[in-house]
Structures are given as C-alpha cells and as structure tokens.
C-alpha cells in the first residue's frame, strides 16, 4: 500500500470523521480546501479512513455463528446487530458504519472541490485520474451505505423508497436529505461510468488501494448485480475480467499459512477491508466468529479452499484473512473471483447456460487439487443457477457480500431465513423483513431530522 505523510487537513478530516457526525457538524475553521495534487493524494491514499468498510451487514450475514458466551461479552451493537434486534443502538451513538464512510465521502467531496479550482487542468492526465479516484471511492462509500442503510433495490418501489443522503459538497452544514433509492443508485452509476473514462490505469498496480478501469467496472457489476439488472452486471463483469482477468491456480498456494495471499495478488483488483475499531467480534485473531458447520462441511476433501480459507484451531472453524493481506483484517474488495462469478450467474439467468458452466469450470479447475475437478452434469437453468449459487457462497465467504447476496436472492424469491440461538432463545429474520435495513443511528436522527427506517 501506498502510505504518503497526510497533511493537516487530513489530520483534521480524519478527526472529524471519527468523532463527529459528518452531516450535522458545524465547520472547523482550520479546514481549508486544499489545491495541490500532493494534498489530494494524501487524503485519497489515506488507507486507514478510505479502504475500510462498514462491518454491520457482515455481522448481520449468516456465514458464522457466535457462542452465547462469546455473544454476552461483546459490546451492545455487536450482540443486536447479530441478532436482528429492532434497536440495534439502544439509545447510543457515534456509529462508525455511519460515520466512516461520510468521512471517506467528505475526502472525496473536498478533493472533487478542490480541482473545481484547477480548472485549467481539465485536459490533463493527472487531474483526470484524481477525479475518477475521488468519484470512485464517493461511490464505494455510498454503495456501502445503501446496503446497510436503505431498502434493497425494488424497481417498483425505489422512486419513493428512501434512500440515504447524497453529499457532493465539503461543506457539513448544508441540510440533510435522504434521496430515493432510485437517485442513490443513479448517482452511483452515473459517478461510476465517468470514473471508468477518467481513471488513467486500466488494471492495477502495486498500489491496489488505487482503483483503475477495471475496478470500476467491477464495481458497476457489483452495484447492478444488488440491484438484480443481470444484463448489466454480466456485461461489466465481463468488462472489467476482458481487462484484468487472471485466476490464482490454488495449487500453488500455502495452505498452512494464516496469510496465504499477498495485497498485490493477482486476483484482487481493488483493496478494501473491514477493520472496525469497536467491531472486532468477527475479524480474525480478535475476534471469535465460527464458520456456520454446514457450509465448512459443503467444501468437498479435493476442494483446496478448505484449508486456505479456513483455520481449524482448538476445535473452531475460523475464517482467515484474503487478498488485503493483513492479520487481523477481513477482505471486501473487488477480485477477479467475484466477477467470474457475477458473470456466471448472470450469464445462467439469461439463459447461456453454456458460457456461464464455462467460467465455473474455470474457476473450479483452479480451486481443487489438479486433475480432481469433476464437472458436473446439469441440464437445466435451474440447475446451472443452483450451482453457481451454491459455490458463490463458498466462495466469498465472509468478505462483506453475503448479506447483499440475501438481500437481493429473496426478491428473487429464494426464502432463505437466517436463524441464530443465543442462549437458548431462537432468533430468525424472515425473508424480505424490514430488518435487512438497518437503522440510521439516534445521533443522526435527532441532529438532522430525516426518516428513521422503519423496523418491525
């Protein structure tokens, strides 16, 4: 990772984003809006405010399981949010899921800002990249917003479902509007694809907290996969893996390592990581998150991931980390992986069964011990789609897209219902439940008077 010094206003935005709530506070005079491309790449290259992720979906996500034990120690957000409870925050403030990504938003705003006033730079390489950078991370910021904060994408309901509030300036005093659903993820595309022509690398470097084109066209496949617009999703999965495409034989991986991969992988296209300082409960080696037995047991004796992916210490079955390459960090950015497999959905929900079992024998050629991948037999969509499912769960586990993957399957009339027993009382969330949208933390509500989620 690319670790600049941060200048001051990046001292003071990173202070803001962590202590105040970043749609409601008065400005700091300090702040100034900076107009120098080093200033811009200090906030942007600034890992520890802008790659992290929201951790309130994951904790959410049924991929683990906690023991009641485990569970009555943790803090009161963790233990609610675990088990779906209505008052997730009790009264308490401050939320980081809330909080961090509007301060990677803020950064963003005040670099996009600052090049307003580099006008005379608009025909050059330079300040081009710098705004399809800010653009692209203002828009990872908001799609991970959108999947803890507002209802799934519903194209009946989403011009009047709410949405969350879309900032585009630094300035924190101006009034705070939820947008539709429907304008969130406009804005999100609309950002994405100017992104996708500003960004001056194609495919990644070493510095993979830097989003090239094919990032952004991983992203864009991300957001319209949520918003179950399959054409879409397959096309620039299609785009970004015609850019950047290449699979990790997992033969030539370290099972035994507790990091197996390097950040500089040849399948992570773009870095992000969870690592919230008050949520550690399912990170590995703070935390104490169980891999659900039913899903370790589906990973066949011949399937290599069993042993990358998963450490079987003192009897627990743990997650390890990815692609981010840290110890104690759980990997959500954008891999080659994640594409192969959007374009295998999308491509059996459209009915080329042909091409989508052609990407799945791909990737399972290069996640079993050679020669021992049997392809299956499958003669029907339905089947196609099952398997494609079945092994993207196996696949992305625990890295921040299972309860986007729930959210979106049981509109698609999937009927999955989490389930989790804490201290011998059972604990389910119910298909399409107004629980898969979290609430908007007390703070915000009270400071800017927007629409609180509704919870029942």
């Given at each position: 990772m690319k670790r600049t010094s941060i200048l001051f206003i990046g001292a003071v935005l990173l202070w803001v984003g962590c202590r105040k709530d970043l749609l409601n506070e008065k400005p700091i005079s300090t702040i100034v809006t900076p107009t120098t491309y080093e200033a811009f790449w200090s906030l942007l290259d600034n890992e520890n405010v802008m790659d992290q992720s929201p951790m309130l979906s994951e904790l959410s996500a049924d991929d683990y399981?906690?023991?009641?034990?485990?569970?009555?120690?943790?803090?009161?957000?963790?233990?609610?949010?675990?088990?779906?409870?209505?008052?997730?925050?009790?009264?308490?403030?401050?939320?980081?899921?809330?909080?961090?990504?509007?301060?990677?938003?803020?950064?963003?705003?005040?670099?996009?800002?600052?090049?307003?006033?580099?006008?005379?730079?608009?025909?050059?390489t330079l300040w081009k990249n710098t705004r399809g950078t800010a653009l692209f991370k203002r828009c990872f910021a908001f799609f991970n917003l959108a999947q803890i904060f507002a209802p799934v994408y519903d194209s009946i309901t989403a011009n009047v479902?709410?949405?969350?509030?879309?900032?585009?300036?630094?300035?924190?005093?101006s009034t705070t509007v939820r947008s539709t659903v429907e304008q969130t993820y406009q804005q999100i595309i609309t950002d994405l694809k100017s992104a996708s022509k500003l960004l001056s690398q194609t495919i990644p470097d070493k510095y993979t907290n830097r989003p090239s084109r094919a990032a952004a066209f991983a992203l864009l496949s991300r957001v319209y996969l949520s918003m179950r617009r399959y054409e879409d999703a397959g096309k620039y999965a299609d785009s970004s893996l015609q850019l950047f495409g290449s699979l990790i034989d997992y033969n030539s991986v370290n099972a035994g390592a507790f990091l197996p991969f390097a950040v500089d992988s040849p399948e992570n296209i773009y870095n992000a990581y969870f690592a919230a300082p008050t949520m550690s409960s399912i990170l590995p080696v703070l935390g104490e998150a169980i891999i659900d037995s039913s899903l370790y047991a589906s990973y066949e004796v011949s399937d290599l991931r069993k042993a990358i992916f998963f450490s079987t210490g003192s009897g627990k079955i743990r997650r390890k980390n990815f692609y981010d390459g840290g110890v104690a960090r759980l990997y959500t950015g954008l891999a080659v992986d994640e594409m192969v497999l959007n374009r295998a959905e999308c491509n059996a929900r459209l009915h080329y069964t042909e091409k989508a079992m052609d990407d799945m024998n791909w990737?399972?050629?290069?996640?079993?011990?050679?020669?021992?991948?049997?392809?299956?037999?499958?003669?029907?969509?339905?089947?196609?789609?099952?398997?494609?499912?079945?092994?993207?769960?196996?696949?992305?586990?625990?890295?921040?897209?299972?309860?986007?993957?729930?959210?979106?399957?049981?509109?698609?009339?999937?009927?999955?219902?989490?389930?989790?027993?804490?201290?011998?009382?059972?604990?389910?969330?119910?298909?399409?439940?107004?629980?898969?949208?979290l609430p908007i933390p007390p703070d915000v509500i009270s400071k800017t008077g927007i629409p609180q989620n509704i919870r029942d």
């Amino acid at each position: 990772m690319k670790r600049t010094s941060i200048l001051f206003i990046g001292a003071v935005l990173l202070w803001v984003g962590c202590r105040k709530d970043l749609l409601n506070e008065k400005p700091i005079s300090t702040i100034v809006t900076p107009t120098t491309y080093e200033a811009f790449w200090s906030l942007l290259d600034n890992e520890n405010v802008m790659d992290q992720s929201p951790m309130l979906s994951e904790l959410s996500a049924d991929d683990y399981y906690f023991v009641s034990d485990y569970w009555n120690k943790r803090s009161v957000l963790e233990r609610n949010a675990y088990i779906w409870a209505k008052d997730i925050y009790e009264g308490n403030g401050e939320v980081y899921d809330w909080n961090a990504p509007y301060a990677q938003v803020l950064n963003c705003n005040v670099v996009l800002k600052g090049l307003e006033q580099l006008s005379a730079d608009a025909g050059i390489t330079l300040w081009k990249n710098t705004r399809g950078t800010a653009l692209f991370k203002r828009c990872f910021a908001f799609f991970n917003l959108a999947q803890i904060f507002a209802p799934v994408y519903d194209s009946i309901t989403a011009n009047v479902a709410l949405g969350i509030p879309l900032r585009f300036e630094p300035d924190v005093t101006s009034t705070t509007v939820r947008s539709t659903v429907e304008q969130t993820y406009q804005q999100i595309i609309t950002d994405l694809k100017s992104a996708s022509k500003l960004l001056s690398q194609t495919i990644p470097d070493k510095y993979t907290n830097r989003p090239s084109r094919a990032a952004a066209f991983a992203l864009l496949s991300r957001v319209y996969l949520s918003m179950r617009r399959y054409e879409d999703a397959g096309k620039y999965a299609d785009s970004s893996l015609q850019l950047f495409g290449s699979l990790i034989d997992y033969n030539s991986v370290n099972a035994g390592a507790f990091l197996p991969f390097a950040v500089d992988s040849p399948e992570n296209i773009y870095n992000a990581y969870f690592a919230a300082p008050t949520m550690s409960s399912i990170l590995p080696v703070l935390g104490e998150a169980i891999i659900d037995s039913s899903l370790y047991a589906s990973y066949e004796v011949s399937d290599l991931r069993k042993a990358i992916f998963f450490s079987t210490g003192s009897g627990k079955i743990r997650r390890k980390n990815f692609y981010d390459g840290g110890v104690a960090r759980l990997y959500t950015g954008l891999a080659v992986d994640e594409m192969v497999l959007n374009r295998a959905e999308c491509n059996a929900r459209l009915h080329y069964t042909e091409k989508a079992m052609d990407d799945m024998n791909w990737l399972m050629r290069n996640r079993y011990v050679n020669n021992l991948w049997p392809p299956p037999a499958l003669s029907t969509v339905e089947e196609v789609l099952k398997f494609i499912l079945t092994e993207r769960r196996k696949e992305l586990v625990m890295r921040g897209l299972r309860w986007i993957d729930l959210r979106r399957l049981n509109m698609e009339g999937a009927k999955i219902e989490p389930i989790r027993i804490i201290n011998g009382n059972i604990h389910k969330l119910p298909p399409n439940s107004n629980l898969y949208t979290l609430p908007i933390p007390p703070d915000v509500i009270s400071k800017t008077g927007i629409p609180q989620n509704i919870r029942d």
